[in-house]
């Protein structure tokens, strides 16, 4: 078993390379935005909920450099908003009513998705559009319904979920890289 999830990793590793391109055009978008004063909003559901907070983390936390905070939002860290949301509204509302409050135009939301059909997903990227934010959907499989919605669709062409989250946590750690790297190469402030 190990000997074959390791082979499913690396052949879904060795697709990421046709993704160059979107991965850098996904890149330069939120780079754009935190250069314009604008913040990253991130969602996702159970394992993509803890890499969009994994990804918050390296923004305003550091990836490898020592530099100052860049404005980025989990929208699956607050327990009492998923709760109080979810009750009231319904679990498809839990992001979209939190980037109703907290995303402005000029801000970005990515929306991540293994199969691209989470339905709280593509609402938060619906709410998203209607404010003027522009979205990213790190997705899988084909990139479903999401990859319609979204400015900037990143799909990990791979059948198993878990193979699917690898992928993003590479793409995420390469996002954060290249952010940093060119951010404080220019020695950039908000």
Known sequence: MFLEALNEHADCMNRLVSLEPVITDAAEM?????????????CGNGGSAADAQHFAAELVGRFEKERQA??????????????AI????????????QVQGLGRSGDLLIG???SGNSPNIQAAVQTAGH????????LGRDGGALSALVDCAVI????????????????????????ENRLCSRQFSL
């Open 86 to 97: 979810g009750n009231d509204y319904g679990y498809d509302a839990v992001f979209s009513r």
């Open 131 to 138: 404010i003027g934010m522009k979205t990213i959907g790190l």
């Open 156 to 179: 990990v062409p791979h059948a198993r979920t878990a193979r699917i989250q690898e992928g993003h946590i590479f793409i995420l750690h390469v996002w954060a890289m290249i952010i």
């Open 112 to 114: 991540i998705s293994t």
């Open 30 to 42: 939120m780079i754009k935005t935190l250069c314009e004063g604008g913040k990253i909003l991130v």
């Open 70 to 83: 860049w404005p980025c939002i989990s929208l699956a860290t607050d327990t009492s908003n998923l709760t």
